[in-house]
């Protein structure tokens, strides 16, 4: 079983979107959507606009993202390490072939963890699609380079994906995309880049946004 989580908080219309990136995908394996949101009217929206039996949705506590990934890592964990947890947010949305290229990086018994490739749609024509774009060039470039050498790299949390089994949670003051590849790295898993997997991000476009976005990636 494939589980296809998706972290939102309270952009209705954008997880719609991200869902429907992954439904019109595929898919060649077994899946399920689980949208996490505090909103309980997130989920009216969905199932107002979404009519789908494939679709869980999981009311957030509250307590931050790490938290509830380690509620539905424990709830929808398997002791099948072919099982597959992939990891997303509601504001971003994935390519057509994002599932499948993730799924064929598992092939590989001694992968543990699969991140994809974070795309920036922001035009270069201003100083922060500017930013942005140079960041995830350079994000590529690294990323590339380490998995070619076989060496630990962090994944993204726009889109990565991980075995079941392995782990059940994880410490709640760690960034997930962060802590979660180093546990399984410490495992002897590899971490393995699917770079035709992609997701697109819409980044800040002012001083404000872009300060608040690097404060939250600090804490």
């Not at 599932?99 to 795309?119: A, D, H, M, Q, Y």
């Not at 942005?132 to 380490?146: A, E, P, Q």
């Not at 699917?194 to 872009?210: G, L, Q, R, S, T």
Request: net charge neutral.
């Amino acid at each position: 079983m494939i589980d296809i989580i998706i972290t939102s908080f309270n952009e209705p219309k954008a997880t719609v979107r991200a869902i429907e990136s992954f439904l019109k995908q595929k898919i060649k394996d077994e899946f399920r959507i689980i949208v996490v949101d505090p909103f309980p009217e997130v989920e009216e929206y969905i199932k107002s606009n979404i009519k789908t039996d494939k679709i869980n949705f999981f009311l957030d506590p509250g307590e931050g993202k790490s938290y509830a990934l380690n509620m539905l890592f424990q709830e929808y964990g398997s002791n099948n390490e072919k099982d597959i947890f992939i990891l997303t947010d509601g504001d971003v949305f994935v390519s057509d072939n994002s599932v499948n290229e993730i799924l064929k990086k598992f092939e590989n018994s001694k992968v543990g963890c699969v991140t994809g490739k974070p795309v920036t749609i922001d035009s270069r024509e201003n100083k922060y699609g500017y930013w942005s774009n140079i960041l995830f060039d350079g994000i590529h470039k690294v990323r590339s380079k380490l998995s070619k050498e076989e060496k630990f790299f962090e994944c993204s949390g726009y889109l990565f994906a991980i075995r079941k089994g392995v782990i059940l949670d994880f410490p709640l003051e760690s960034s997930e995309d962060s802590i979660i590849p180093y546990l399984f790295w410490k495992k002897g898993y590899k971490i393995g880049y699917a770079e035709k997997a992609e997701v697109y991000v819409k980044n800040p476009n002012n001083w404000k946004d872009w300060k608040n976005q690097k404060v939250r990636n600090i804490k």
